[in-house]
C-alpha cells in the first residue's frame, strides 16, 4: 500500500533542480517537485517517497489530514486499551 501525505509548499529552496521546502504537520523537509508544473509557495501537494506527485486544495488537503489524524489515534486507542484472556490478548 501507498501513502501520499498532504504538505504545504512554504520555500522554493533550488529553481534549477526543482527542490521545494515543505510542511507536514509542523515538519519541515525538501522534497522533489520535478514531477508538477508551476509549483508556488503556498500550493498543497501530495508527497509520497519525496516527491510532490499532485497538487490538492487546500480543503482537501485539510480533510485528508484530519483523517489521517483521526486513524492514527484510534490506532493508539486500540493498542492503549486492555485486553483479557476472553479478548484473544493477554492480560
Known amino acids: 500500500m501507498c501513502l501520499a501525505v498532504p504538505a504545504k509548499v512554504v520555500e522554493i529552496v ?3 533542480n526543482q527542490i521545494a521546502k515543505v510542511d507536514i504537520g509542523g515538519v519541515r523537509r525538501n522534497i522533489s517537485v520535478a514531477l508538477l508544473e508551476d ?3 503556498g500550493d498543497w501537494v501530495l508527497v509520497h517517497v519525496g ?8 480543503e482537501e488537503a485539510m480533510q485528508t489530514l484530519t483523517l489521517l489524524r483521526q486513524l492514527g489515534q ?3 486507542d486500540e493498542f492503549a486499551a ?3 484472556d476472553d479478548e484473544g490478548g493477554y492480560p
Open 14 to 16: 533550488d529553481v534549477e
Open 82 to 84: 486492555p485486553q483479557t
Open 39 to 41: 509549483v508556488k509557495v
Open 74 to 76: 484510534d490506532i493508539e
Open 51 to 58: 516527491f510532490a506527485i499532485q497538487k490538492v486544495d487546500e
